[in-house]
């Protein structure tokens, strides 16, 4: 060769920093995670780092667009990533849309009244929803948490975030119970007795038909339920449950 244009430069994708070389094999692929487009390149400073959010596993690239995105779910903060698992996974009660995220900051709080104990998720429907008859008022959840409707409450829907979506028993019912799901599980008061009050909480709650009364009715939610004893009975009691409660006048007496 008498003339320095005779001399090949190293392939985009490839640097060497030896002199005097005679064999294209001395030309080095830049490592997975960056990438070349220059000519006779004569450092590894050539190669360029794939951004953050972004990883290579190919040696040799020629340009940038052989970095691939982390996917949804996951970021990375750092260049030069060299293999997928480079990307770091959003933690448990989080999620993230974006491809190609560069920092944790993509990762969103599953909202109240949902939790997730996995990492890595990819859309806020991976995010659980509190079952029916809880609720939370917490973002970002890891675990279930969920608390339960309180006694005297029930709610039939999933993903409760406030303790306002837990509803009151009807009138004529009460529950000892928390975290019940409908109001067909809430206790109707039972016959001789009555409430006219949601959200009743224990037995005691309802109200016994005064003396000289009775009802046959479960689940009453008035007074009006409660009947007075024919004409010739009576009753000293309270709260009684059928007519024959009521007790027949004595021979010599009537009423």
């Known amino acids: 060769n008498d003339d320095i244009e005779d001399c090949t430069r190293c392939d985009i994708g490839k ?12 030309c080095i692929d ?21 951004a953050v959010g972004k990883y290579s596993e190919v040696s040799g690239a020629t340009s940038g667009a052989v970095c691939s995105d982390c996917a949804a779910g996951k970021f990375s903060p750092n260049v030069g990533n060299d293999e997928e698992t480079d990307c770091e996974l959003c933690p448990c009660g989080k999620y993230s849309t974006d491809v190609g995220a560069p920092s944790a900051d993509t990762c969103v709080d599953c909202m109240a009244g949902k939790f997730s104990a996995q990492q890595g998720n990819a859309a806020e429907s991976e995010c659980v929803e509190c079952i029916a008859g809880k609720y939370s008022t917490v973002v970002g959840m890891c675990e279930d948490l969920c608390e339960e ?14 303790l306002a979506d837990c509803m009151d028993c009807s009138p004529g019912k009460y529950s000892t119970t928390p975290g019940i799901m409908s109001d067909d599980e809430c206790e109707e008061c039972p016959a001789g007795k009555y409430s006219t009050e949601v959200g009743r909480a224990h037995p005691d709650d309802c109200i016994e038909c005064g003396c000289g009364k009775y009802s046959t009715v ?13 004409a010739g009975k009576y009753s000293s ?8 409660d009521c007790t027949p006048c004595a021979a010599g007496k009537y009423s």
């Open 218 to 230: 479960r689940g009453a939610q008035d007074e009006d339920t409660c009947q007075a004893c024919d």
């Open 30 to 50: 830049c490592a997975a995670g960056k990438y070349s487009s220059m000519m006779g390149a004569t450092s590894d400073a050539a190669c360029l780092d794939c």
């Open 237 to 244: 009691n309270e709260g009684n449950d059928e007519e024959t």
């Open 149 to 162: 409707c309180g006694a005297g409450k029930y709610s039939a829907t999933l993903g409760n975030d406030e």
């Open 15 to 26: 640097y060497t920093s030896t002199v005097g070389s005679d064999d294209a094999a001395t």
